[in-house]
Structure formats: C-alpha cells, structure tokens
C-alpha cells in the first residue's frame, strides 16, 4: 500500500467520525453554536465554582455516616484498623479551564481555598508543608516545558522546580518519595508522544533519572520508596480506548517492571491513579468500570471495596489512603448526581461516611496528609 | 461588499466557499466546525479531547470576534490555533484529562473510534515533528493546496513543501509502505 491511499482511507476516517458526531447529536443539537454555547456555558459555570465555594457553600461542619454494613469480604481478611479521622486532604474542583485546588480536614470543617489553578493531581510532600504542582500553576512564562513545581500548604510561594536542562522534554510529576528527596514523573515530549517514568531531586528539580521508558505516569511510591506503581500502557495490547489504562509496579531503580492488573483494567485519570497503602500491602485503584478497587502489589487478590449498595454511591472516581492506612478517602458521584462528593471508607467497606455534599461542585480528592 | 474565498469543510471537500466577511460568527462556526473538529482529532488523537480542543479554538475566535471576523480569511486563524492547540503537549493533556473527568462521571465522547489502520496512521503522523504533523493533517486533511497550507502555518511555502516531503518519508518509513510514484 502506499502513503497516498493508506492516507485518503485515513482522511476518510476522519470525515466518517465526524458526520457521525454530527448525526448523533443533531437530535438535540443541530448544526447550531448551540453546541459552542454549551461549552461556554461550562466554562463559565466553572469560573462561577470558585465563587461558589469561596462563599462557603462547601463548608463541612461534620461527616455523615452512610452506611456501617461491613462488606462482603471475610471477617479479618483486610482488617479494619482503628484509626480516627485525622490530618488534612487535597482535592480538586475541574471543568471548563479552571482546576482550583482545595484543603479540607478529614474530620470535616471549613474548605480551604488555595487559590491555584492545577493540572491534576497535586500532592503533598511527605511532611505535609508543601505541595507539589506543576509549573502551569504558575506564571504564564514559566509554563512550558512542563516541570514540577511546588507550593507551600497554604498555596503561596511558588517555586518552580526548573532543574532540567532539556527543553523538549515535559515532565508532569505527581508524587514524593517517602523521605521527600526525589519526585516521581511521567515524561513526554514536545509532541505529547511518551517519554518514559523519571525521577528528579525535590530540592531543585535536576538529577533527572529514568526508571523506565514504558508509556506511562506515575502514581505512588512504596512505603519504603523503592518501588514505584505507575498507569500505563499494557506493551501487547495498547490501551483500548482513552479511558482504560494498566497499572505497573517497577523499581525505583528500573529494575523488576511488572504489570499487576489486567490489561485496560484502570481508568488512567492522574486523580484516579491510586496509591500504596502504609503497610505496603495494598495498592488502591479506580477500575475501568469506576469501581474503588484493590490489589496487592504483586497483583494477587485484586477485587473491589464493596460499598454497601444502599448508601447511593455511584461511579467511583479518585482514591487515596490515610496517613495510618485505616481509612480510604474517595470521590464518587452519588447515584442521580452528575457531579462527585468526597467520601471515606475502611479498607473492607464498612464505615462509610461522606465527608462533602456539594450536588452543583465536583470534587476530585488527590492526597491525604497526616 | 468584498466577497473572499473562504476556507473549507469537509463536506465540501476542496471546492472554494465564497463568504462575505462581515459574516456573523455563527455562521462562521457553523461551517467551519466539522473541518476544524476533524483537524484536532488527527493532531492530537483523543477521541475525547479533539472536541474541546476545536471548541477551545472558536472560543478563542469569538472572543476576539470584531478583530477575527475582519481577516481575509478567519478560518485560516482558526485552524493555525486549532492545529497549535493540538500539538501542544501540555495543553493538550490538559485538555484531555478534565474531558475525561466528564466521561467518568458518564458523559460519552461525541467522536466514535477510527479503524486500527487509521489509529496507527495518524499516531505515525504525530510522531513526526510539529511542523510536518500539522503540515501533512492540513493538506490531506481538507485537500488543501500547499500555499493555504503556508497561510495557516504562517510559513513559505518552499518549507511547507520541505514538511511534506519529509513527514511523508518518514511516514512511510514506519509504516513500511510503498512509495508512490513521482
């Protein structure tokens, strides 16, 4: 075949995907700005969120108990350890163009707003003092190439972590390494293609290493730091759509790369990628089929956290564990609402609360310091 | 009134659209969409992002309205925007997380799927760099001349020419294909 016919069939394509996008909405949208309206509309509802909470409709005086039906698991098969609400979550409100980033106490109380506009998936550094961004949470002019960034917790004092020489390479980093010295990233390039998983200091943002060149962006560390989990790219079957990933575990020092979950089996948003649990058995992931769901490390005993089926909770979306390991803080929509409320749960599904209840905001819980 | 040749949608094909040009903005988008839609699915080929990618475009277009609205020829503007937007890296992965957040709480991407063969063409052509991506999409795309390519790419069209050839030979390269005949 040669370039000019395989390239008309694929112009082709195209032109099919979008007379059918045409035709599958022109029932309710036809080929009017209605449909550019909407988007502006988005945007602009998702200017209005930043107002909307700084008003303080989001303050949380309590948590409400949903349910406290133990789920099916076996008694003792994921202990339930005591543990009380305590420490402090990061979460994110999206849409449109804005990506504003918000504190809140596990036990509840007023939203903190931080007044940064994100990319997805901020952290806080294993000491909670700061929080690691990206450099699109800064000036326009320091934007590009994508770098890691950190912000104190309160969000003030950006500080552009630039320690990279190569300009062509964009790193998007999401998490510390337990003692705080390294930050895990996904690399891509100018023209987004993958790059690889690196790590760089977090004092600077140099001493760039690459753990692996697999198609992939980090999600956690081990509790020890030596192990790194990642959502990528199964090698044999690719990523069957947009929103099926795989998750992977490798050393921090590229060695022992191995996939733990079934191919396409995670919904590979940065907020959703999970995390290692503090006891180091446990890796918490959000399933293709927006279930809250574990595996062990070594990708045995994977299954979902059973939610009781009358507590209303719908689609699962974001998850991430106590600094103790006894609670799992998630986001998900209650079922009948289009937008997600933060909710905690023990890692065998009893005790589940709901820490926000915001039915016109989506929240989207990143991280959980102690 | 001064009527100019307008860019095209792919409907049309590469057949010339007389428009006026103090037209509305909504008939503006109304044609232009598809074309432009089209445009960032194959540059950045996210089947949930390209809509909001074109849409970030004209949003972009009718913002600045009474100044784009007076060019020759806005969807040339549009284009250069849409096809800069689609190899942004970073924007573009912006882009397509918060539309993926909206397919997690269940809203469906509009554009279906492309074949394998088409998947694997286009990723060949995003590969290539900046520049003969964009160049390649735009002229295969809309069966546009290589001087309308050089209008949208702000470029000559010596190097347009020099994009093509490169970007096709590479293309060919990774897919293994057979070269055409002069």
């Not at chain 1, 550094?125 to 890691?148: C, F, Q, Y």
């Not at chain 1, 929103?243 to 995670?266: C, K, M, W």
Request: net charge negative; aromatic share 6%; with cysteine.
């Amino acid at each position: 075949m040669t370039f000019d016919s395989r390239a008309r069939a694929a112009v082709l394509d195209i032109h099919r995907a979008v007379e059918v996008m045409e035709m599958t909405t022109s029932t309710k949208e036809p080929r009017t700005v209605e449909r550019f309206d909407r988007f502006r509309d988005r945007k602009q509802r998702n200017r209005r969120i930043g107002a909307i909470l700084v008003a303080g409709a989001l303050v949380v005086t309590g948590i409400v108990v949903v349910s406290m039906n133990v789920g099916g698991k076996e008694d003792g098969a994921i202990p339930a350890t005591p543990g009380a609400l305590e420490g402090r979550l990061l979460f994110e409100v999206y849409g449109g163009d804005r990506s504003q980033l918000y504190a809140i106490d596990a036990a509840g109380g007023p939203v903190q707003d931080l007044g940064l506009d994100v990319d997805p998936g901020a952290h806080w550094s294993p000491d909670g003092k700061t929080i690691l961004v990206t450099s699109t949470a800064g000036p326009a002019e320091t934007a590009l190439p994508g770098r890691p960034a950190t912000v104190a917790s309160d969000g003030s004092d950006f500080r552009l972590l630039d320690g990279v020489e190569d300009r062509t390479l964009n790193l998007a980093c999401l998490v510390f390494s337990p003692d705080g010295t390294r930050i895990a990233c996904g690399g891509f390039n100018d023209l987004g293609a993958p790059t690889g998983i690196y790590t760089v200091r977090a004092t600077d943002g140099g001493g760039l290493r690459m753990v692996t060149d697999a198609d992939g962006v980090p999600a956690d560390y081990s509790p020890e730091g030596e192990q790194i989990v990642f959502v990528g790219e199964d090698p044999d079957t690719g990523s069957s759509s947009d929103e099926a990933g795989t998750l992977f575990v490798v050393g921090s020092d590229g060695t022992n790369l191995r996939e733990i979950t079934e191919p396409n089996a995670v919904l590979p948003l940065p907020f959703t990628h999970g995390g290692w649990s503090p006891d180091g058995q446990w890796i918490v992931f959000m399933g293709a089929d927006r279930t809250l769901r574990l595996v062990h490390p070594d990708g045995t005993d994977e299954h979902a956290v059973p939610l009781d089926p009358d507590a209303g909770v719908g689609e699962v979306v974001g998850a991430t564990w106590s600094p103790d390991g006894a609670w799992i803080a998630f986001s998900a929509r209650s079922v009948g609402e289009e937008d997600s409320d933060i909710y905690l749960v023990r890692p065998d599904g009893s005790e589940l609360q709901q820490l926000t209840e915001t039915p016109s905001v989506g929240e989207y819980v990143t991280d959980w310091t102690a | 009134m001064a009527f100019l040749e307008g860019s095209r949608s792919v409907a049309e094909g590469s057949e010339p659209v007389a428009v006026e040009a103090s037209e509305t903005f909504e008939d503006f988008y109304v044609r232009e969409f598809p074309a432009v839609v089209g445009l960032a699915y194959a540059l950045s080929g996210s089947r949930s992002g390209a809509e909001d990618l074109a849409q970030e475009a004209f949003l972009a277009a009718h913002r600045g309205w009474d100044r784009v609205g007076g060019y020759d020829d806005p969807g040339v503007w549009v284009r250069r925007v849409v096809a800069n937007l689609s190899v942004s890296a970073i924007r573009r992965r912006v882009v397509e997380t918060k539309a993926l957040a909206r397919i997690a709480l269940g809203q469906t991407p509009a554009l279906p799927e492309l074949s394998a063969e088409s998947v694997e063409f286009w990723r060949a052509v995003r590969s290539l760099p900046r520049r003969q991506a964009q160049a390649i999409a735009l002229h295969y795309l809309e069966d546009l001349p290589v001087a309308e390519v050089a209008r949208i790419l702000g470029t000559a069209e010596g190097t347009v020419k020099k994009h093509l050839f490169e970007g096709r030979k590479k293309v060919v390269r990774l897919l293994r294909l057979e070269e055409d005949e002069a």
